[in-house]
């Protein structure tokens, strides 16, 4: 039986651990041997997800400092599999005693059950959103080694709520400026006051968050069954709270035409280019040069303090208010989330790559 916690082909991270037990991290397999790395390299992803950082988190205190346990050998990655951890220090179980019996609404404590016929749950186990630091730690990794190639990713929050993001005022500067990681400042304040407003309620809120990936070669990707979209796709709605995934245009290309969505070819400083990018730079599954452009939709939080409806495991229909502390968004902290994903997914594209064809494997060899 697999347990469903392994990712990726050549590239392969395999996470561990839940969200309140001894610590959480990752084992990162196939990451080929000399590139420079340490753990400060890694933390810098990791304290873009931390708790803590703003009203809009949850007030769990964690620093997520980062230990490699394995794989480095004076300072290099040795080609061997590279383990990392990071410890739970601020554990407050006590806090789900309340829900052992019952099942919380928009939480996978029902489906849990239903699998396994056993779950753990303090804070929601494996389902927990802090499962997620052992991407990011992977993450770091393959955005570094992708970095020395060229290809970079701009990551955002794009809306929360019914709060937009105004294209004309994107601001790149911006998004470390504030703390809901939009690139348009008077968005961000709007979308505070909206989030504000939540908060009193006891309620929560949802948002999209897009990605755009420069620096891409052409031909990335497969034709059928490993294309980079469906990839990327399969990627990004494994993460807790993803419930939409689109790619360029996404959704909207249902109310186009075929003059309107196709990209003209061009020739730009003699290369092949695109006038437009309504594909988002993916075209047959493949890469096609052009920034690769994808959006991510989360679900508000589902941890609220709102009094609520549910069944307990006797069958009884009760009320329920969740104790503990949660995102009143999981959009800003999911921000990184989602470009560690995409980073993992595009190395591996990357390194899958190498074999496609004859002549590029002939002169690799003739090299050597």
Same mark, same amino acid.
């Given at each position: 039986?697999?347990? *469903?916690?392994?990712? *990726? ?28 790395? &340490? ?54 179980? #006590?806090?789900? /005693?309340?829900? #052992? !019996? ?20 303090? *804070? ?12 990011? #730690?992977?993450?770091?990794?393959? #955005? ?29 500067? +911006? ?14 304040? +709007? ?19 897009? &990605?755009?990936?420069? *620096? ?13 979209? !469906? ?14 995934? +689109? ?25 092949? /280019? ?64 989602? +470009? ?29």
């Amino acid at each position: 039986m697999s347990a *469903g916690s392994t990712y *990726g082909n050549i590239f392969k991270i395999t996470t561990w651990g839940e969200s309140h037990g001894r610590g959480v991290g990752v084992v990162v397999d196939g990451c080929p041997a000399g590139l420079p790395l &340490c753990e400060t390299d890694i933390q810098a992803y990791l304290d873009r997800r931390k708790p803590g950082q703003s009203n809009f988190t949850t007030q769990r205190s964690e620093d997520d400092a980062v230990e490699i346990l394995s794989g480095i050998f004076e300072g290099k990655t040795t080609g061997t599999p590279i383990s990392l951890m990071v410890h739970n220090k601020d554990q407050h179980s #006590a806090d789900y /005693s309340q829900i #052992a !019996s019952c099942y919380r609404p928009g939480h996978a404590d029902f489906c849990f059950d239903a699998k396994y016929g056993f779950r753990d749950y303090r *804070g929601g186990g494996r389902s927990s959103g802090r499962e997620t630091v052992g991407r990011v #730690a992977a993450g770091a990794i393959a #955005a570094k080694l992708l970095k020395e190639l060229g290809i970079r990713f701009l990551t955002y929050t794009k809306s929360i709520g019914p709060v937009s993001v105004d294209m004309s005022r994107f601001d790149e500067a +911006e998004i470390t400026k504030n703390a809901l990681y939009m690139p348009d400042a008077a968005a961000a304040a +709007e979308a505070s006051e909206y989030l504000k407003k939540c908060m009193q309620e006891t309620n929560s809120a949802g948002g999209i968050c897009e &990605c755009v990936i420069t *620096g891409l070669p052409a031909g990335l990707g497969d034709p059928v069954f490993e294309k980079i979209d !469906s990839n990327l796709a399969r990627a990004i709605l494994s993460i807790g709270a993803v419930k939409g995934f +689109e790619i360029g245009d996404g959704f909207a290309v249902s109310a186009s035409t075929g003059l309107t969505n196709n990209d003209a070819f061009c020739m730009k400083d003699g290369s092949m /280019s695109k006038r437009t990018n309504h594909s988002g730079g993916t075209l047959g599954g493949m890469t096609d040069g052009a920034p690769l452009i994808f959006r991510a939709a989360f679900k508000p939080t589902p941890s609220i303090a709102s009094t609520q409806q549910t069944v307990n495991r006797d069958g009884e229909e009760i009320s329920i208010n969740i104790k503990g502390r949660h995102d009143p968004v999981i959009v800003p902290r999911a921000v990184v989330v989602v +470009e560690s994903m995409a980073a993992v997914t595009i190395l591996d594209a990357l390194l899958a790559n190498m074999t496609a064809r004859l002549d590029r494997i002939a002169d690799f060899y003739r090299k050597i």
